[in-house]
Every structure is written in C-alpha cells, then in structure tokens.
C-alpha cells in the first residue's frame, strides 16, 4: 500500500483509514476482542491511520482504541480523535471552548491510554465559540505536547478559510486538516470545500465512503431493503417516501450495475471514487465486523478516467442527492429567528 502526504505536515499516512465509530455498545460492535482483532488485521494490511472520537459510544471506542495499541503498536499508527460532540448532561460538556476543549483532550488521552494525540480535531463547528478561542487552546495543547497537530470535521468551506486567517493574524497553530462527508451519493464538498482544502493545503480525510451502507450493494431496486440501527436514528437519510432517498436508491442500482461491468464490487468501486479526487489524502473504512472490513480491504487507490466519467453520468460533481446527507446545517438555516427582524 501506498502513502500519502497528509496536507503541509510531512506526515505520511496510507490512502485508507480506519474509523472507530462503529466500535462499542451505543452506536456499534460492542465486543472489545473483536473490535482488537479488525483494528489489528487493518494495520496488518498495511494502514498506519487510525481515526476515532470521543463521542462514539460515549468514550468507549476511544477504549478499545487503546487497547488494541498498547501492545506496541502505537508508535507506528497515526491516531486521531475528536472533540465538540455532548459528553454529558453539564452544558459546558460540549462545544468548541478552551474550558471543554483542555478538558477533554486529558479524558480522551486517558480512554487511549495514551500521552499524545497525532491529530486532534474539532467535530462540528460551534457558533457559540469564536473561532480564535478554540485555535488557542489548541496552540496551547501542541506547545504542551499533548497533541501533534489539530484537524477540523465536517466544517463548510467559509469557516474553514475563516480558521486559516485567523490563525495567521494571530499567530496560532493551523487546522492542518478537514474531515468532511464524500461519496458517489454525498458529492456536495467538491463545490467549495476540497477546492478551500487545496488552496491552503489542507489533508482530506473523508469519512462516510459507502454512503452510510447505501453504497454496499444491499441497496437495490429489486431486493428488500435491509433495517439498520442508523435507518431508524436519522429516518431522513433513510424514508424513501422522500424523494431524495428515491433517487439515491435508483443511483445505488445504477452503480451497483457499473461496478458489476468494471468487474469489482460496488463497495470497492465507492472506496477507489473517493480516493481518486487530487485533494484526498484517505478515506475512512467504518467497519463494524471483521466481514465488514474484508468486504473493504484491496480496494483501488484510484479508478481509470473512464470509469469516473460513468459515475458523473449517475451522480453530477458537486451534488448531495439528499442535502441532509450533509451532515451540518448553517444555524442562519436551522434558526428561523436568524433570518427575521424584529
């Protein structure tokens, strides 16, 4: 497997990530040996980039992390984490604040068992939190040692240039990276955000390849739909009494069909797409059994011309067929009150 320079840090990781948010009770696999054993059969396959946060299952994916590197290993893995998501019933155990942000960079160090974090990355904006109050904490934490380098996830592309300017016009650490949703069916950040990453010379590490199981191959036109805990959790990515989900079907099959041509399965002809844009650094493999990452593993790190060309007829550039596969939404779009005098 190749390796891939991972933004302006000199850092190399493989094209390929291992996410740990299925790993645990709440949200996954709640078998910490097996959750050991994909994360030890994926460095074995040749990646050295683990990513996980301390919102899945509420820390414990951060655990079985840990675990699963304190035989040695931890040295050779790149290791990123999160914070912003809600930790817990305190309303100042969330957010993007230095308070939260010190805080939480030591609980998550210890769930990792740990003394560094490689990359430490803001999960969601918040618009309560000015943008140089969470830089400074961050500068303070790499000056400190406890982390290397700080990542945003799932920032639109005006923040994200927002954080460059800031922290050059007061002389903090950069965001190094973005984390942001990308796949056939979520194709949205082509628009603006892999464009920003670029011109700043950010890393991408894109989570979401597979489109939220859309693009496993269990999508299709003539099959019955299979339930998952996630359809249930976010019925609008999900109901296809919404259009959007009609079309996102219908594109599944078309896919799955092309892949079938090409001669590989769907869910590597989603992987190869993403790793095939010029600003992706890796792709995220969220993994929630040992049959899930077999399904993942050998992978193309790219598909020919041709084939995109196929996969733009399906799904245009820079479209999202259903928005709410976005994952954010402005708050001068979910507030009302913000766009309304008076």
Not at 137 to 163: C, H, M, N, W
Request: aromatic residues 6%; neutral net charge; proline residues 7%.
């Amino acid at each position: 497997m190749t390796t891939r320079v991972l933004g302006s840090t000199g850092v190399r990781v493989s094209p390929f990530c291992l996410g740990a948010m299925m790993f645990g009770s709440t949200w996954g696999n709640p078998d910490h040996d097996e959750g050991i054993r994909i994360i030890h059969k994926a460095l074995d396959a040749g990646l050295n980039f683990v990513d996980t946060a301390d919102v899945y299952s509420e820390g414990e994916s951060e655990v079985i992390v840990g675990k699963a590197l304190a035989d040695g290993r931890r040295a050779n893995v790149v290791l990123a984490t999160k914070a912003h998501g809600v930790m817990g019933p305190d309303v100042n155990q969330r957010g993007n604040s230095r308070r939260w942000l010190i805080r939480e960079c030591e609980a998550s160090l210890r769930r990792l068992g740990t003394d560094y974090i490689d990359l430490y990355q803001i999960h969601r904006p918040d618009p309560d939190t000015d943008i140089d109050e969470t830089l400074a904490a961050l500068s303070d934490l790499i000056r400190a040692g406890k982390i290397l380098y700080a990542g945003t996830s799932t920032f639109p592309a005006d923040q994200i240039v927002e954080a460059q300017w800031a922290a050059q016009r007061r002389g903090r650490e950069r965001f190094v990276c973005e984390q942001p949703p990308y796949s056939i069916l979520v194709r949205g950040v082509e628009a603006a955000v892999l464009p920003a990453c670029q011109r700043h010379q950010l890393g991408v590490i894109t989570w979401g390849p597979l489109a939220s199981g859309w693009l496993s191959g269990q999508y299709r036109l003539d099959a019955d739909l299979p339930a998952s805990r996630r359809s249930r959790r976010l019925p609008q990515r999900f109901d296809l009494s919404l259009p959007a989900n009609q079309a996102k079907l219908t594109a599944a099959d078309k896919l799955a069909k092309l892949a079938a041509e090409a001669g590989m399965s769907l869910i590597h002809l989603a992987i190869g797409f993403v790793v095939s844009h010029p600003a992706v650094t890796s792709a995220i493999l969220g993994p929630r059994t040992m049959e899930h990452l077999d399904s993942q593993l050998g992978a193309p790190e790219g598909l020919p011309p041709e084939l995109l060309d196929r996969i733009d007829e399906i799904v245009p550039p820079g479209t999202n067929l259903n928005p709410a596969d976005g994952s954010y939404v402005p708050p001068a779009l979910a507030d009302p009150a913000l766009r309304r005098r008076g």
